[in-house]
């Protein structure tokens, strides 16, 4: 009987959870319909309601938005009102901190995730996966020796971690890509197994050639 709930339980809680999933980014890209004159609101416009039609304008409010700032008039007009925004207490520091991991993250200008290492973390005798950054000029002037910059992910969640400063002869870099790296880091280690399997073939049939 146990081995029977269990089994149902592997089944229904990861279904559950990304139906769970679906339906809340269905239901916010939702309330983007909102922004649309009463009128012209679907629910009216149609005798039945129709989920994620959100999306459609989500899409393109993002295209729309990433055409306006291609040109000089819509990258000036950002640039005022984004400085007014900074200039607000409170809402300033809340959305320069957003917009640097967003940044970090999405930017294929250099600032994001170049390496994944290994470094030793919480104590000397742990490692945990680590991206290496970026190192400000000043920072680097301030060593004598070669320091890299790494960002430590938690797990399940890595929008949260630490930054730290280490020694770059204190560290392990990997082959390991950093998609590999935080699916490794949110699923707690357990779809690394299937990399090091495929790692490991790809190894001996290199070795064998």
């Known amino acids: 009987m146990k081995k029977y709930l269990i089994t149902g339980l592997l089944v229904w809680v990861p279904l559950g959870i990304t139906l769970w999933a679906l339906n809340l980014v269905i239901g916010t890209m939702d309330q983007t319909l909102l922004l649309l004159p009463g009128q012209w609101h679907p629910d009216r416009l149609l005798p039945f309601h129709i989920p994620g039609l959100g999306i459609i304008l989500t899409l393109g409010v993002v ?3 990433g055409l306006l700032m291609r ?3 819509g990258q000036r007009l950002w640039e005022a009102s984004e400085k007014a925004m900074l200039h607000v207490p409170f809402v300033g520091s809340i959305y320069k901190g957003v917009k640097q ?3 970090t993250l999405l ?8 390496k994944v290492l290994l470094v030793r973390y919480p104590h000397p005798e742990a490692w945990s996966l680590a991206f290496q950054t970026s190192v400000p000029g000043e920072v680097i002037d301030r060593f004598d020796e070669a320091y890299v910059a790494v960002f430590i992910p938690t797990t399940p969640s890595p929008v949260n971690g630490f930054y730290f400063y280490v020694r770059k002869a204190d560290t392990i870099e990997l082959e390991m ?5 935080l699916r490794s880091i949110v ?3 357990v779809v690394a197994d299937h990399e090091v399997g495929k790692h490991r073939t ?3 049939n290199h070795q064998s050639n």
């Not at 930017?107 to 994001?112: A, E, F, L, P, Y």
């Not at 890509?177 to 790296?181: H, Y």
């Open 101 to 103: 991991v967003s940044d």
């Open 63 to 65: 295209l729309l938005t």
């Open 202 to 204: 790809i190894t001996q």
């Open 177 to 181: 890509s950093v998609d590999v790296a």
């Open 107 to 114: 930017s294929g200008s250099g600032n994001s995730f170049r």
């Open 187 to 189: 699923s707690m280690g």
């Open 71 to 73: 040109n000089v008039f």
